[in-house]
């Protein structure tokens, strides 16, 4: 177990504070800890309850360790989470199949590209995998010497688990095909406890259920990535399955914890879309436990050791490119601190700032410098104000008025080709600065554009200094940037039946 534990925790504080930057989700964990608990708990009412927990979590270590540089704050609980599953992702291989399984096991954990993207993100990911690894253990000790003792210890570290993000709640299919008939009444009576505490909230999650209204249904890649690692899985399960009844149970509990979960999620995103690998992040516990016992039976076999010690070394080399681009602010959705930094630059010309949809004034939230002196057009009541996590924008049309009243805006944008927000508001910003502002310049960085808008005939000469060897906007540029507006007016203008007219469809 110590050596995989000190594995993984070299390997998450390497590269930790990734260059610096931090992306939207947890541009959303840092304004939300450092809010009062009585704003934070009046949020939650509202919004994102299913990560109450971890949000009062991170208040509370936000507040004894403030005066620390805040993106270590932030991430390290993630890190010391990973090292813990790491550990008990050992545990449950030494326990199941001996120590060479667990050592390689835990080590292969430590090393996967998903265990090492979520360690080191100021999100709840990494805490919800530990916990259901070491609910999985105990569930190990429960079935061997069950009780009432043993129950217990495991139903409050399952529950601790859904209550920091509901949908742990999943492992407990996993659990099911590894309890013996003889324990199955303790099991099925701590699994009901489980689902009936954790009820209240799902019920509250359930009517927030507009914030994941982003997840689209599962992907040919998404279904061809799960279909791949399954067959994988099954191979080695079958394999490892010759080793004796004692051994046979890590290729049970492995298979069934990295599949069923994972599968059950998939067929109920087909209805209502709720798939996102990060929120089963727990089954590459699976995943780990398969390669590593498959590894240790190689090691063993004395003329498979040369093989074993080739797989492990081209899985390393494999893996390095991976574990390099995951340490860098390129390996996310977006880099907050380039979208301050641009907009730190596009305010030194004055002007109000737009934010193109409402959702993306995370950006803003922590480096509320970023946006000083620029009057934000469409908010109505800030973040911490409303008890939302992005503010409340005034009626469209105040905010069309608001604008016409500007003769210069910095529109914060998603990048070109993402899908146009059809809320009244969010078409009402498009459709006035298609008919009555030209774009001055533009400036690109990771996951979003800071466009600078100004009246016909009032753009500056150079908007942003030129930078890695992009010129700013002018000339022949504001002229195609400029028809590329106009054609976005047109086809704004053509309203569908039972719109508002005025205003944009859906997109």
Request: net charge positive.
């Amino acid at each position: 177990m110590l050596v995989p534990t000190v594995v993984s925790l070299a390997l998450k504080l390497w590269g930790v504070r990734r260059g610096g930057t931090l992306w939207r989700d947890e541009a959303v964990t840092y304004d939300m800890a450092r809010r009062a608990l009585p704003d934070l708990w009046a949020t939650l009412a509202g919004a994102d309850a299913v990560h109450g927990l971890y949000y009062l979590v991170m208040h509370a270590l936000f507040a004894v360790c403030g005066g620390l540089d805040p993106l270590l704050v932030l991430r390290l609980p993630s890190v010391l989470a990973a090292a813990v599953a790491t550990g008990a992702v050992a545990a449950l291989g030494r326990r199941l199949a001996g120590p060479g399984a667990g050592l390689l096991s835990g080590t292969v954990f430590a090393l996967l590209p998903q265990v090492q993207r979520y360690a080191q993100e100021g999100r709840s990911y990494a805490l919800v995998c530990a916990l259901v690894v070491w609910a999985t253990l105990l569930l190990v000790r429960a079935v061997e010497r069950p009780g009432r003792r043993a129950w217990a210890g495991y139903g409050a570290v399952l529950l601790t688990a859904c209550l920091l993000h509901e949908f742990a709640v999943l492992a407990l299919v996993g659990h099911a095909p590894v309890v013996p008939r003889a324990v199955r009444r303790g099991w099925a009576v701590t699994g009901t406890a489980v689902l009936a505490a954790v009820a209240p909230l799902a019920v509250l999650s359930a009517g927030q259920s507009a914030q994941v209204a982003w997840i689209g249904r599962p992907g040919t890649g998404a279904i061809a990535g799960f279909a791949g690692t399954g067959v994988l899985a099954l191979a080695c399960a079958r394999a490892l399955g010759r080793g004796g009844a004692h051994r046979a149970r890590l290729p049970v509990l492995a298979l069934s914890l990295l599949v069923l979960p994972a599968l059950l999620l998939l067929l109920v995103s087909l209805a209502e879309p709720l798939y996102v690998d990060r929120y089963v992040l727990y089954c590459q516990a699976g995943t780990a436990l398969l390669a590593g016992a498959a590894l240790d039976r190689l090691v063993r076999a004395r003329r498979t050791r040369v093989v074993a010690a080739a797989c492990a070394g081209a899985a390393v080399l494999a893996l390095l490119p991976a574990s390099l681009q995951l340490r860098t602010p390129q390996s996310r959705t977006d880099d907050v601190t380039a979208v301050a930094r641009a907009l730190a630059q596009a305010r030194t010309g004055g002007g109000d700032v737009l934010f193109m949809p409402a959702r993306r004034r995370v950006w803003s939230l922590p480096d509320p410098g970023s946006v000083r002196g620029l009057r934000d057009l469409a908010l109505d009541r800030g973040p911490v104000a409303s008890h939302t996590l992005y503010g409340t924008e005034v009626p469209a049309e105040v905010i069309r008025a608001r604008m016409l009243a500007t003769p210069r805006i910095v529109a914060v944008r998603d990048p070109a080709g993402q899908p146009l927000d059809a809320a009244p508001g969010e078409a009402v910003k498009r459709l006035t600065l298609a008919e009555h502002f030209v774009e001055c310049g533009t400036r690109r960085v990771r996951g979003a554009r800071i466009t600078v808008f100004a009246r016909p005939g009032r753009c500056p000469g150079r908007v942003f200094r030129i930078r890695s060897g992009q010129p700013a906007a002018s000339g022949a540029v504001h002229r195609k940037a400029e028809e590329g507006v106009h054609a976005e007016h047109r086809r704004l203008t053509r309203t569908p039946r039972g719109a508002v007219p005025g205003v944009a469809g859906p997109a």
